[in-house]
């Protein structure tokens, strides 16, 4: 009372100028046609919108809010059910905390309808969804647990991330490089950055693996279509090292190593079936104690020779084999800039002085 008695009645009057201006314009930009409001603190804007629903609120045309703090904007867009939401062009929102983005086709009579509940669906000129984001199956106190998603004609998926095409459509799913003519890679990775699948313009594909690759049913066929044996190839198998040779197993359980001398003649080595290991000595680590960090980096690597060993050289190579750099480890951190490389996978080689393999680490280059 004590401002107000100092206030001038011009500064008053101004003031009270100023606040109708301001509700006149609000006033104006709000169309009403044939509006329905029935709902406690309930609002509609637009034309033919109805907002029957305690605080649902109706915008657009024909669009309706009918339940309990629902919301639907857009051109006949209706949240039917508590605490849905409609946004778009026909389409219906029709249980408990369902949302549904888009458009379904009104002169058709064909809605896009959410009756999922506690989840978002988005479609567009379609009476079924694109995307469907779903609630988890069982949640914790702490509500930690998260959805799944479905892309397609999907209303429960069945994983994590679960894709469906349509009727006589071929279900794909692209990972496209920036630019593949110029060398781009792409990848996919599964579990970590160890496992996974590269594929290179120049290469093709590239199949990563921690540990073994196993084919647990079914035949494998190289060059040919229907493969008739465990391992079917139509063309010629090369042994690049003399020493590598093809392992075959006799009656009795014998191992026999077959390799061929310079003149071409095949020779049989017997050899222990228990210690075949698919691992050349030479290049089985020995686990040396190396640390190598941040994995994936971006700028720089460190290869922590924390137990000092000496005359350690660590060799970079691309996943196609191509050498990028070598450096000797001194004691403690090594720090290599690897800012210079592109983007992907690079193998860490490191070697002792005997030129015997310490370790082998995949690092992924990612700016």
């Known amino acids: 009372m004590k401002h107000l008695q100092k206030t001038s009645p011009f500064r008053l009057m101004m003031i009270v100028i100023f606040i109708l201006s301001v509700l006149t314009e609000v006033k104006s930009q709000v169309n009403y046609n044939n509006t329905v409001v029935t709902g406690t603190f309930a609002s509609a804007i637009g034309s033919e919108t109805k907002a029957t629903g305690n605080y649902s609120f109706a915008a657009g045309a024909g669009s309706e809010a009918t339940a309990t703090f629902t919301t639907a904007m857009g ?68 509500y930690t647990k998260t959805g799944s998603i479905g892309i397609g004609n999907i209303t429960s998926p069945l ?75 139509d063309g010629d198998i090369l042994f690049e090292n003399a020493t590598n040779g093809m392992i075959l197993k006799s009656e009795d359980g014998q191992c026999w190593k ?10 049989s080595t017997s050899v222990d079936c228990n210690s075949l290991s698919g691992v050349h000595p030479n290049d089985e680590p020995s686990h040396a104690p190396l640390y190598f960090y941040p994995n994936p980096t971006s700028g720089y690597l460190v290869i922590d020779n924390r137990e000092n060993i000496k005359g350690l050289i660590a060799e ?52």
Request: proline fraction near 2%; hydrophobic fraction near 40%; aromatic fraction near 12%.
């Open 75 to 142: 051109f006949y867009a209706f949240a039917n059910y508590s605490k849905a939401i409609a946004i778009g062009s026909a389409v219906k929102s029709n249980v408990y905390k369902s949302i549904v983005m888009g458009s379904g086709s009104f002169d058709h009579g064909m809605y896009l309808e959410n009756n999922v509940m506690e989840s978002l669906m988005v479609g567009f000129n379609s009476k079924f969804p694109t995307l469907l984001v779903v609630q988890p199956n069982e949640q914790d106190l702490n």
């Open 159 to 233: 994983a994590k991330f679960h894709l469906k095409a349509d009727e006589g459509e071929a279900a794909t799913f692209f990972i496209q490089p920036n630019d593949w003519s110029s060398g781009d890679f792409a990848h996919l990775f599964l579990g970590n950055f160890y496992n996974g699948i590269t594929a290179d313009t120049n290469q093709g594909l590239r199949f990563l693996s921690q540990k073994n690759y196993l084919f647990e049913t079914g035949n494998m066929g190289l060059g040919v279509d229907e493969p008739k044996a465990k391992l079917h190839v």
């Open 258 to 267: 077959v390799t061929a001398n310079n003149d071409g003649t095949l020779l």
């Open 316 to 367: 970079y190579r691309s996943v196609a084999g191509t050498l990028l750099m070598t450096m000797n480890l001194q004691e403690g951190e090594n720090r290599a800039d690897v800012s210079f490389l592109s983007d992907g996978l690079v193998i860490v080689t490191v070697y002792n002085q005997e030129g015997k393999v310490v370790k082998t680490e995949k690092i992924l280059v990612a700016k």
